[in-house]
């Protein structure tokens, strides 16, 4: 069990740990931990899934995993990394949102297992009974408040905008249920995003305080691109776990369009294959990196763990379809629509003469005009739904539209575009 920290390092999930040491002797032996996530938005992102993953694999070495849902904590408002005051959202909204992020954990978490199955924990379980009184005397009287002002999270915001009473308390919460899951669960490990030091330790306090005991704390580094950039952006905002907001076609394509320089680290943080497996990719891809095998494994790997391993191997083969790497007709309505969402587009009315192939490419403004499109004709690199086009006059009919409702436009070998009937 030792090895998974030596495995934690050398994936670059490590920030910060209180004691290196005692925590590799404590985990020569089952220990329990606990990973808590607040319910901010109406799914989970790719961002959450760095640390995630990390309580995934404690508990594929033999740990005993408490997933914790913020249905308290998500009321309040982490201040943490946030230059302003979060939006309080209303109790209904968090219910809901709670409800949607248990059903999404469970497909990170194994909780049916009858070994060592992960247990799902809600912090308004015993936070909501707690009177304020007792909340105060019981726990607050534990707090310094020096100690709560040089907090990274207090300190930044109060350089700043100022922090409001009820995210200056979330520390305090948040302590609280390191105390709870200590005493129900003996819970000795805490961990999160590097972002979370200051809330973690401050748990440790409380426990060394409240109980005259001891526990660990560790972080995972917060996660950039090699551009610098934050990761698990694109141009549309989040990549969302939810298929609703980011379907399989665009999550599929978020990691195979992931930097050269980059995919060899998403490796390491997000895939479950081994160091002997991964070094093997690596060798590949500094090989021969127009191949793009790490790519694929990576984006094969994840979207198997986060939809399935049908709907994976159903969205590449949607990518390589519409590079005429595939039959394009056999796409089904959602994958095709998912896969043309990203594409420059043009629309024609049903009932109305649709135009030639010409005017459709310089409608979806892939060409500057129709001399360019004409001329594309003439030189071989035209294509309607991966079939060559090879009359300037060519117009599409009803029947080339694929589902009844979509044609695919392709210049040369890269360059696509959709026509949508409607």
């Known amino acids: 069990m030792t ?36 319910p901010t938005a109406p799914s989970i992102h790719v961002g959450n899934l760095v640390v995630l993953l990390v309580l995934r694999r404690f508990q594929l070495a033999g740990h005993h995993t408490l997933p914790l849902i913020g249905g308290a904590t998500g009321l309040v408002g982490d201040p943490s990394g946030k230059n302003e005051e979060r939006t309080l959202n209303t109790t209904d909204v968090v219910e809901q949102w709670v409800k949607r992020m248990t059903a999404q ?15 799902m924990v809600n912090n308004l379980d015993w936070t909501a009974p707690m009177s304020a009184i007792e909340f105060l005397r019981d726990i607050g ?26 995210e200056f308390s979330y520390q305090v919460l ?21 972002d979370q030091w200051g809330n973690i330790t401050a748990g440790l306090d409380l426990i060394r305080r409240a109980e005259g005991g001891s526990a660990h704390a560790l972080t995972v580094p917060l996660l950039t691109k090699a551009d610098g ?34 995919v060899i680290k998403f490796l390491k943080v997000f895939s479950f294959k081994s160091r002997e497996e991964i070094e093997a990719l690596e060798k ?44 394009i007709t ?28 010409v005017d459709l490419l310089a409608a979806t403004g892939v060409v500057d005009s129709k001399s360019a499109a004409r001329r594309i004709v003439k030189e071989g690199g035209a294509y309607l739904n991966n079939e060559k086009i090879s009359g300037e006059d060519f117009r599409l009919e009803k029947s080339h539209f694929l589902c009844g409702k979509y044609a ?15």
């Open 229 to 262: 950039s934050k990761f698990g952006k694109t141009a549309g905002g989040a990549v969302w776990i939810d298929p609703e907001m980011t379907s399989p076609y665009a999550f599929f394509q978020y990691w195979l369009n992931s930097d050269d320089k980059d």
């Open 284 to 327: 590949t891809h500094n090989e021969n990196p127009g191949a793009r095998e790490a790519h694929r494994e990576l984006a094969r790997e994840l979207t198997s763990l986060v939809h399935s391993p049908e709907i994976a191997q159903r969205v590449e083969a949607a990518a390589r379809a519409l590079f005429g790497q595939g039959d």
């Open 141 to 166: 009287k534990h707090f310094s408040i020096n100690q709560m002002l040089n907090k990274d999270s207090v300190s930044t915001r109060l350089e700043k905008d100022g922090i409001s009473y009820t």
């Open 105 to 119: 954990l469970s497909k990170f978490m194994d909780f049916e297992t009858k070994v060592n199955p992960a247990k």
């Open 330 to 357: 056999e796409l089904d309505e959602a994958t095709l629509s998912a896969a043309l969402a990203e594409l420059p587009r043009t629309q024609v009315k049903s009932g109305e003469e649709i135009p030639t192939w």
């Open 174 to 194: 948040q302590s609280m249920d390191f105390l709870e899951l200590y005493r129900s669960y003996n819970c000795t490990l805490q961990i999160g995003g590097s």
């Open 3 to 38: 090895d998974l920290i030596d495995d934690l390092k050398w994936r670059g999930l490590i920030s910060q740990t209180t004691d290196e040491k005692e925590l590799r002797e404590a985990l020569k032996k089952p220990i329990t931990l606990y990973l808590g996530t607040d």
């Open 408 to 422: 695919v436009l392709r210049k040369g070998k890269r360059d696509l575009a959709a026509v949508e009937l409607i």
